[in-house]
T-cell receptor, first 112, second 112 residues
C-alpha cells in the first residue's frame, strides 16, 4: 500500500470547518483513500473513503484531487467531540486481506 | 450493542505469564483482524482471518503469539511468556469481505 503524509497536528475552533490534508503521491490506480479517526482510549472509527470522486456522508466530506496525489478530509462544523487523531490510509480494496496500514496521523484539537 | 466486542478491556500481568484476549466480531462479518498499538503510534497489523482460516500473519507476530478463530466467529489472541515490550493496546476489527473495518475498544495490556 502507498504511504501517506499528514501534518502531525492541527487546531480548529469549534463550529468552524476542519480541513485535514493528506499527501499520497505514489497512490496506484486501484487504491482507495480511507479516513479513520481515533478518539483517546478508543478503537479507530471509520469515517469515509473514496477512489477518485469526491464523497460526502453524515460525518465528513472527502475531496480528492484530480491527479489523486492528495486529498482533504473536511469536517464542516467541528465540535469538541471531534478532537481525535485522524488517519489517512490508502489501500487496495479488492483481492487482498484488506488490512489497513496506519501512519501516525494528524492530531486534531478542537478548541472553544 | 452489535459492534465489535473485546474482553477484557484491561489486563495487568507479570512478566513471563501467559495472557489470552477474546474478540467477538460483528455477527455477519467474515473477516477478522488483530492490530497492536503502542503509545503515540498508529495501529500495526498483526494477523487476519477469513472465516476460520488464518490467511496472513505479520512479522510482528513472534512465535510467542498465537491467534485462533475456531468456528469462524469469535477469535482469541494468546501471548505466551509475556515481556515488558508486549505492553500495548490490542485491537480487533471485523469486516464483511473488503468492506470497511469496524474496530473494538481494544484490550490494554500492561506487563510488569
Amino acid at each position: 500500500d502507498a504511504k501517506t503524509t499528514q501534518p502531525t497536528s492541527m487546531d480548529c475552533a469549534e463550529g468552524r470547518a476542519a480541513n485535514l490534508p493528506c499527501n499520497h503521491s505514489t497512490i496506484s490506480g486501484n487504491e482507495y483513500v480511507y479516513w479513520y479517526r481515533q478518539i483517546h482510549s478508543q478503537g479507530p472509527q471509520y469515517i469515509i473513503h473514496g477512489l477518485k470522486n469526491n464523497e460526502t456522508n453524515e460525518m465528513a466530506s472527502l475531496i480528492i484531487t484530480e491527479d489523486r496525489k492528495s486529498s482533504t478530509l473536511i469536517l464542516p462544523h467541528a465540535t469538541l467531540r471531534d478532537t481525535a487523531v485522524y488517519y489517512c490510509i490508502v489501500r487496495v480494496a479488492t483481492g487482498t486481506a484488506s488490512k489497513l496500514t496506519f501512519g501516525t496521523g494528524t492530531r486534531l484539537q478542537v478548541t472553544l | 450493542d452489535t459492534g465489535v466486542s473485546q474482553d477484557p478491556r484491561h489486563k495487568i500481568t507479570k512478566r513471563g505469564q501467559n495472557v489470552t484476549f477474546r474478540c467477538d466480531p460483528i455477527s455477519e462479518h467474515n473477516r477478522l483482524y488483530w492490530y497492536r498499538q503502542t503509545l503515540g503510534q498508529g495501529p500495526e497489523f498483526l494477523t487476519y482471518f477469513q472465516n476460520e482460516a488464518q490467511l496472513e500473519k505479520s512479522r510482528l507476530l513472534s512465535d510467542r503469539f498465537s491467534a485462533e478463530r475456531p468456528k469462524g466467529s469469535f477469535s482469541t489472541l494468546e501471548i505466551q511468556r509475556t515481556e515488558q515490550g508486549d505492553s500495548a493496546m490490542y485491537l480487533c476489527a471485523s469486516s464483511l469481505d473488503e468492506g470497511e473495518a469496524f474496530f473494538g475498544q481494544g484490550t490494554r495490556l500492561t506487563v510488569v
